[in-house]
T-cell receptor, first 114, second 117 residues
Framework: EAQVTQNPRYLITVTGKKLTVTCSQN?????MSWYRQDPGLGLRQIYYSMNVEVTDKGDVPEGYKVSRKEKRNFPLILESPSPNQTSLYFC?????????????FGPGTRLTVL | AQKVTQAQTEISVVEKEDVTLDCVYE???????LFWYKQPPSGELVFLIR??????QNEISGRYSWNFQKSTSSFNFTITASQVVDSAVYFC??????????????FGQGTRLTINP
């Protein structure tokens, strides 16, 4: 089954404790991105990657890092999480980076930082 | 700047009523794409429709229909004969190319639709 998976689905952590949210897709998609969803703000892009070893900042990159060492994986790293990073996070992928290409979303990761 | 506005934060209707969700966008691009996504209570994002800026034809898919009007920069979504299963948060989004060919989805704030039995 073609899908985007994220792990963990739920995470409660404390301020300053490094964490990684994994994202993997099995569709051989080149383009992947991370979004965060906050009430009243919709989804905002954090980082995106056009292909292996090619990443760039989205609208809200502060406090996050990403890497793209393999085509299928695009982990989101919070080196020192803070309470304002409490949010619902979505990973997405699409075949190529064209504006009209449908992005397939993962199931979401709900993160709480205490 | 690119922006998507969904002015209706919450809508509540009784089952079988028709309901329209509004979406207004701002962009200077001549080529862009508009999307609607559904987020049911389970939390995942479900793709509903994609429309490019050169195609203003309305689209109907079962009980769902979309009205795209470039003159008013709107892409409204109507559910006919609503059902309880339509209860969800609905997002309108604008996709544009940014530098180096990367795309970005700009989302509206979302409209929470509740269909009461």
């Amino acid at each position: 089954e073609a899908q985007v998976t994220q792990n963990p689905r739920y995470l409660i952590t404390v301020t300053g404790k490094k964490l990684t949210v994994t994202c993997s897709q099995n569709m051989n998609h080149e383009y992947m991105s991370w979004y965060r969803q906050d009430p009243g703000l919709g989804l905002r892009q954090i980082y995106y990657s056009m292909n292996v070893e090619v990443t760039d900042k989205g609208d809200v990159p502060e406090g996050y890092k990403v890497s793209r060492k393999e085509k299928r994986n695009f982990p989101l790293i919070l080196e020192s999480p803070s309470p304002n990073q409490t949010s619902l996070y979505f990973c997405a992928s699409s075949l190529i980076a064209g504006a009209g290409n449908e992005q397939f979303f993962g199931p979401g990761t709900r993160l709480t930082v205490l | 700047a690119q922006k998507v506005t969904q002015a209706q934060t919450e809508i509540s209707v009784v089952e079988k009523e028709d309901v329209t969700l509004d979406c207004v966008y701002e962009t200077r691009d001549t080529t862009y794409y508009l999307f609607w996504y559904k987020q049911p209570p389970s939390g995942e994002l479900v793709f509903l429709i994609r429309r490019n800026s050169f195609d203003e034809q309305n689209e109907i898919s079962g009980r769902y229909s979309w009205n795209f009007q470039k003159s008013t920069s709107s892409f409204n979504f109507t559910i006919t004969a609503s059902q309880v299963v339509d209860s969800a948060v609905y997002f309108c989004a604008l996709s544009r190319l940014i530098i180096q060919g990367a795309q970005k989805l700009v989302f509206g704030q979302g409209t929470r639709l509740t269909i009461n039995p």
